[in-house]
């Protein structure tokens, strides 16, 4: 895991000195950031999340746990959205919680975590943990993790939901293997959420997940949208094509967020850093016309032919 990004937009040089400046592109002016609404309830959410795998894991780190709060800070001068974490992130859920509480606990956080135990029984003791790490009384969002022992997580998930201890109640995966059990869940269950892997490479919940969720009127969460880094490396060096001014996108990391938001059963994507340029380019894809199916198309094209 790369936790600098090397993929910088060499056709963009003056945007790049804009973005190091610390200000957003300049289509952030006229235009609201996108926001999408979770269809179980029709609250709008930031289309831009964080994700804190790996990049917020720091320990007791000073240095690095004043990075994961600067990220934070901008975060939330940015408009905020879901930060989302897991018990298997090792120190991330502490580092949350004490990067909120130093910053005030400011407004716009929309709490989203996992469950992440094989035993059904230790769930309720596990979600009580990560509150207390976060500083939080009750979660917007709790998650399965990775279906782990998805029967008696759920049962207890919508419990906490029914008693008013817990707004939404998701299900995750990380891996294409899981994805046919996945589909019986959302079929059979009425989950606000679930989050998956979706980027302009890794396009396999398109055919089914996505139009599911869509149907079922779930909201949906896109993990890897840079497949830990590797698309705005791998892109180095390579141009914008001109036509990406017509969406609004500058840099890389915004155009490949952007298609993922632009897809309309996408509600929010996460990717992970505790660098604050990136997060900056990440909250800049908020920003500017959000492409229709036919840009979808092209863009994805573009990728395919470099």
């Given amino acids: 895991m790369r ?45 831009v999340g964080l994700g804190s795998w790996i990049t917020f894991n720091v320990g007791n780190d000073p240095v690095l746990r004043k990075q ?71 979660f917007d969002l709790m998650q399965v993790h990775n279906l782990v022992n998805w ?13 008013g201890r817990l707004r939404y109640v998701g299900i995750t995966t990380s891996h294409g293997r899981q994805h046919r059990e996945f589909e019986q869940v959302m079929r059979r269950y009425p989950l606000d959420f679930v989050q998956l892997t979706y980027n302009i490479v890794d ?22 949208p840079f497949r830990r880094g590797e698309l705005p490396d791998r892109f180095q060096g390579e141009k914008l094509p001109s ?12 155009f490949l967020l952007k298609f993922i938001v632009s897809h309309p059963a996408v509600t929010v994507a996460i990717p992970a850093t505790r660098q604050v340029e990136h997060l900056r380019e990440n909250k800049a894809a908020e920003f500017g016309p959000v492409p229709d199916e036919a840009m979808r198309q092209r863009m994805a094209g573009y990728v395919r032919s470099l």
């Fill in 151 to 163: 029967q008696a997580h759920l049962e207890t998930l919508f419990a906490m939901k029914a008693e």
């Fill in 3 to 47: 936790l600098t990004r090397r993929g910088f937009v060499k056709g963009a040089g003056a945007v790049a000195g804009t973005v190091a400046a610390g200000t957003l592109p300049s289509v952030s002016v006229a235009t609201p950031p996108l926001a999408k609404p979770i269809p179980s309830s029709g609250e709008l959410l930031p289309a």
């Fill in 243 to 254: 036509w990406a001014a017509e969406i609004g996108v500058e840099t890389w990391p915004a």
């Fill in 68 to 138: 994961c709060t600067a990220v934070m800070r901008v975060f939330f001068e940015r408009g905020g959205g879901m930060i989302d974490s897991s018990p298997m992130y090792g120190s991330s859920q502490e580092v949350i919680g004490d990067g909120w509480q130093k910053l005030g606990r400011p407004s716009g956080l929309f709490s989203t975590d996992k469950v992440w135990t094989s035993a059904g029984a230790h769930g309720p003791e596990q979600i009580a943990e990560t509150e207390a790490l976060w500083g939080v009384s009750r």
């Fill in 203 to 224: 396009r396999a919940v398109e055919q089914r997940l996505l139009p599911l969720a869509a149907e079922r009127r779930i909201a949906v969460i896109c993990n890897r």
